[in-house]
């Protein structure tokens, strides 16, 4: 009969048989967590302060509507169809689209580059928070003690300690042992999360939305009983944007 694959075929079903979601929930926890970054929590509202408050909505509500969900709606819906990766879905749509896939995959490395290493800062922050006091709260008594008056010691700590900045840019001074050894554990828990594809993949999803979510509410309700703490919280979301 037609439903009946012969031996012709038997390469056709064997190619297309791909790993699969564990259920439509999980699914659509990792849509959002691909979706949801560190931008959207971090940058956003500062941005959309800085470019009209609450009338940037309105230019950006019409562009989600118009734009970013008809195309996000139509990336999930090649995936779902084609079950291929960016390179051999472009490919099977048209051999002259092949490029669209390199990019994409280019983009999520160059991506991937950028995050793993806000990880490792991450890693290097968490280790040494478990100290008293807080190395990032005080001004050392050594010669630049006097560079880190002039500014806040949050700032000394991040560009003296953390990054050890040169003082120009031609200069790439040496490799820092510690954040080697972050970037080396923030890609070591990246591989261990994608080891297995969709099935190690959607399980790390679904814990990391509701932390995601979790987190957010922590920075947002912390800062509030704290001294200056309505003050902090634009400060805490632009980010610390010059050296000292």
Known sequence: SGLTAGPEDSGIFEETK????DNKVQYLLSC???VIGFGNMWRFPYLCQVYGGGAFLIPYLIALVFEGIPIFYLEIA?????RKGSIGAWNQISPYLGG????SLTLAF?????YTM????VFWFFINSFQQPLPWSFCPQNPLA???NKTTTTNYYWYRHTLNISTDITESGPLLWWMVTCLAASWTIVYLCTIRG???????RENKISCSHLDSDVLQRRPVPLKAGVRSRPIAIRGVTEPP
């Open 118 to 121: 806000i990880l490792a800062w």
């Open 18 to 21: 791909r790993a699969q979601w």
């Open 198 to 204: 969709i099935e190690s993949v959607g399980k790390v």
């Open 78 to 82: 090649i995936g779902q169809t084609l």
């Open 146 to 148: 006097e560079e880190c």
């Open 110 to 114: 160059l991506v991937s580059l950028y």
């Open 100 to 103: 669209l896939g390199v990019a």
């Open 32 to 34: 959002i967590g691909f």
